[in-house]
């Protein structure tokens, strides 16, 4: 609580469930009571999530944070859940909904760091970056060779984007750069203003992977995604073809992937995402035609910086009575209103 021309104010109460930058966990001392988790970043049981969340009025989340009927039931309380990153698959919105719970996300802040990250994997695999490297640091490079570490060109290859939203799109610009045939598969057709913005073609997704060369991954994860793209679909592709995904795990069937690559069905991948991550599939391990990176998409500190900023406005907003920018379920905001 504090005092405000004589009166005694008392603050609401939230919750940060990981480590964010100082700067913002003071931000929000200056409005509220703060709980938080500085000083050690663990990924919380549900359980304890549960149990640190008694009483609060709010918390800002990240993606890993399960918000759903039980832990609702639970917490009467509670007012508004904020996530700091943009996938919300952790919620589930009908039953924040229906129990009147606020749900945020921080949508557009993490296109165009997630695109350079797509594209730093795709040139990786293409150019046998990390699998190159690994074998230099191991003292193994004696002098040039004709052969050594072939790779594929990038520039005047055809890119196959699975998913034109903002990362999506942003990774299609990155493309004329080098001179690449564009074409995409999305839920929804693009505008044609769209198409012709970007310079893309439009095409069903066994045709696209038939086609490209490389092909990127950028849908969200949503139940009818899982396994998108499958054993079938990955018999589809080149044996020269390169996938990548920075989108979530669980789209791509990583054991199907896994066996492909191992057998030289297809030349390479590219991975920040994986089904069950932190924990993911071992086999990856010993392929050295995949170049691996542990969820790090928008790990940069300006873009992090948005999304925790972005977030904390959001939980701000929410408690404060007015219309969170990133409000997911309306339908709790315009029951209020009434």
Known sequence: MEILDGAIVTKKKILVTRQAFPEIIDWLRERFEVEHNQET??????????????????ALTAGNDRVDAPLLDALPQLRAVCNMTVGFNNFNLADMTSRGVIATNTSGTLDETTADMAWALMLAAARRVTESERWLRAGHWKGWK?????GQDVHGATLGIVGMGNIGR???????????KVIYNNRNRVSPEIERELGVSYMGLDE?????????????????????????RIALLKPTAIVVNTARGGIIDDAALIEALKAGRIAGAGLDVFEGEPAFNPGFTSLDNVALAPHIGSATRATRMRMWKL???NLVSALAGERPPNLLNPDVWERRRR
């Open 41 to 58: 970043d663990e990924q919380w049981s549900q359980d304890e999530f549960r149990r640190r969340l008694a009483g609060m009025d709010g």
């Open 146 to 150: 004709n052969s050594q570490f072939l």
């Open 170 to 180: 942003a990774v299609a610009r990155r493309a004329r750069g080098f001179s690449m």
């Open 208 to 232: 696209l992977l038939a086609q490209s060369d490389f092909v990127s991954v950028h849908v969200p994860y949503y139940p009818e995604a899982h396994h998108l793209i499958d054993a079938r």
């Open 311 to 313: 977030g904390a406005d």
